[in-house]
Nanobody, 120 residues
Framework: QVQLVESGGGRVQPGGSLRLSCVPS????????LGWYRQAPGKARELVAT???????NYADSVKGRFTISRDNDKNTMYLQMSSLKPEDTAVYYC??????????????WGQGTQVTVSS
């Protein structure tokens, strides 16, 4: 069983910063692509940023220059540093990971989500 656990969400004023963390756990052989997605009320889930095991990055245009995705492969932990937050960044943020189990199965997993609220 594989789980992704997010932490670090909360409420912050516009212009503020937050750092999200995502830790995969369970029966893991390797962790491939990791990513952050978000879903605002009444909207579809959207990509925020992804990072491959080799460190290749991809960002949504709406967060470029403000958010930074990173990962610590030794700890299998992924981070999202969010700066210059705007009210429109308010959403539930989900961690997603493509993970290979020791049996050779590769599957995408989702975390339970963490709420980020940007409001004055």
């Amino acid at each position: 069983q594989v789980q992704l656990v997010e932490s670090g969400g909360g409420r912050v004023q516009p212009g503020g910063s937050l750092r999200l963390s995502c830790v995969p756990s369970g029966s893991i052989f390797s962790v491939n692509v990791l990513g952050w997605y978000r879903q605002a009320p009444g909207k579809a889930r959207e990509l925020v940023a992804t990072i491959t095991a080799g460190g290749s990055l991809n960002y949504a245009d709406s967060v470029k220059g403000r958010f930074t995705i990173s990962r610590d492969n030794d700890k299998n932990t992924m981070y999202l540093q969010m700066s210059s937050l705007k009210p429109e960044d308010t959403a539930v943020y989900y961690c997603n990971g493509v993970i290979e189990t020791p049996t050779g199965l590769r599957h995408g997993y989702w975390g339970q989500g963490t709420q980020v609220t940007v409001s004055s």
